[in-house]
């Protein structure tokens, strides 16, 4: 069901490499498949939205407005929604948006900067938001309005002027979750696009979709292959893949919690990963012993299984020390510190999108209603990247004035090096001034 792997096996960094590589058997073919929808898209616009859509999502739309749904029907999808999940879904954005607003004030105060240097020259930089943003809501084998929350506010909190979201509504069905998520983000139009040529019309605008700034939100192999060929003509977030859970446990650790914490993660789809490594031979033990017993109750018990089955997997460790530093290899989007005394190993810590401290703390908070946004650095891209935030949606000018004793030192210094570097023209530039 979930393979066993331990550090002290001669084999463990090749068995480990083998459980951290995805396949790439289709990588060419599904890329030539993206280029080619995204071409259509470019050159055809509404016409080849419409088209895509019914091919793609099974529906049989006549035109382009049928794909967006109007104020009234989002504001009955609001209305309809369980006044308990209603209000979970305003409590989750009410704490995202708290959280970016602090980052907003914390990261460079979120606002312009300058300074007066010893010869007078003017030097700072100018922080502006980013005028028009396209979200991509994953609508496949399941909804995520979560992840419209997790993205839009973030995007207001900076300043952002206009907001869209493409969420794909396979067969016409179009989650109330999804639209009422979008009326508590404030975002401006939802159109009902999935897949490759969502992200194409995004990227490159039709006749009905307003060209973006920057891309966000993952997506399946379609999407994320696409948000990287239109990188470039467009700002995107990242390259997605699938998500994943890292828990680094101790003998404190409950088993039932963590089994679950597993499950949780592993029911995003065929392509999850879900790893436990701990030191405690007993908690290994445990988990493996009532991993079937609980799987056997989950409604999507067979995504798990296979999801556990290829790239699960329970790590022996020696030690807790030795645990970081396999967590570390991994660079996991999520890392869950099952420890009695999580602040030990958190300074150790140096790969992961979100670290969840303490017993208490389960992944899936992050998820929902933590605070901070759930999208994250997938694939060990945690080594470089970070979890998407306000600075994501914040152009940073640079702002440069020589007075007229600094622009003598500073040309005099610049034509040196343009010679140096065989640029004349360069160095011309700054021996006029200089020259006067």
Same mark, same amino acid.
């Given at each position: ?64 407005d049928a794909l967006i749904p109007g104020q009234e029907r989002i504001d009955a999808a609001y209305n309809a929604l369980d006044p308990l999940v209603r209000e979970a879904l305003m409590q989750s954005a009410d704490r995202v948006r708290v959280y970016h607003e602090e ?32 979200? !991509?809501?994953? *609508? %496949?084998?399941? &909804? ?6 997790? $993205?839009?506010?973030? #995007? @207001? =909190? ?32 939802? !159109?009902?696009? *999935? %897949?490759?040529? &969502? ?6 605008? $039709?006749?009905?979709? #307003? @060209? =973006? ?39 404190? &650790? ?117 605070g901070p946004s759930h999208v994250l650095p997938t694939g060990g891209s945690a080594r470089f990247a970070s979890p998407l935030g306000v600075y994501d949606f914040q152009l940073r000018t640079s702002i440069i004035q020589c007075s007229a004793k600094g622009s003598l ?28």
């Amino acid at each position: 069901m979930i393979r066993l792997l331990d550090s002290a096996s001669q084999t463990f960094n090749a068995q480990l490499t083998e459980l951290l590589t995805l396949a790439e058997t289709e990588d060419r073919d599904i890329k030539a498949r993206v280029a080619a929808i995204l071409d259509d898209v470019k050159t055809r616009g509404d016409a080849a939205l419409v088209e895509l859509s019914n091919k793609f999502d099974q529906r049989q739309v006549p035109d382009i407005d049928a794909l967006i749904p109007g104020q009234e029907r989002i504001d009955a999808a609001y209305n309809a929604l369980d006044p308990l999940v209603r209000e979970a879904l305003m409590q989750s954005a009410d704490r995202v948006r708290v959280y970016h607003e602090e980052q907003k004030r914390r990261i460079g105060k979120g606002e312009d900067w300058q300074y007066t240097d010893q010869l007078g020259n003017r030097l700072g930089q100018r922080i502006q938001p980013m005028h028009r943003i396209g979200i !991509y809501a994953p *609508g %496949g084998k399941a &909804a995520y309005p979560s992840t419209i929350i997790m $993205t839009a506010i973030p #995007a @207001r =909190v900076a300043g952002v002027s206009e907001i869209i979201v493409c969420v794909p509504a396979p067969r016409g069905q179009l989650n109330d979750l999804v639209l009422a998520a979008a009326k508590i983000a404030q975002v401006d139009r939802v !159109y009902t696009l *999935g %897949g490759a040529q &969502a992200i194409g019309a995004m990227a490159w605008g $039709t006749e009905s979709v #307003a @060209r =973006v700034d920057k891309i966000v939100g993952p997506g399946n192999v379609y999407v994320t292959t696409a948000k990287a060929l239109v990188f470039g003509q467009v700002g995107i977030d990242m390259t997605a893949g699938p998500s994943e859970v890292v828990i680094v446990a101790d003998c404190h &650790a409950n088993p039932v919690w963590v089994i679950q914490d597993l499950l949780a993660q592993a029911e995003h789809d065929e392509m999850a990963q879900s790893i436990l490594i701990s030191d405690s031979e007993s908690l290994l033990s445990q988990v493996q012993q009532q991993l079937p017993a609980i799987l056997s109750a989950a409604p999507r018990r067979e995504i798990i299984s296979k999801a556990l089955a290829d790239r699960g997997a329970l790590i022996r460790v020696q030690n807790l020390d030795e645990g970081i530093d396999v967590a570390n290899r991994i660079a996991p989007e999520h890392l869950q510190l099952a420890l009695a005394n999580p602040e030990i190993q958190l300074e150790k810590v140096k790969h992961a999108g979100a670290v969840f401290l303490g017993n208490d703390t389960a992944e899936v908070v992050g998820d929902y209603i933590a605070g901070p946004s759930h999208v994250l650095p997938t694939g060990g891209s945690a080594r470089f990247a970070s979890p998407l935030g306000v600075y994501d949606f914040q152009l940073r000018t640079s702002i440069i004035q020589c007075s007229a004793k600094g622009s003598l030192a500073l040309n005099r210094t610049a034509a040196v090096l343009a010679r140096a570097e065989g640029l004349a023209a360069h160095a011309e530039s700054a021996e006029c001034r200089v020259k006067g």
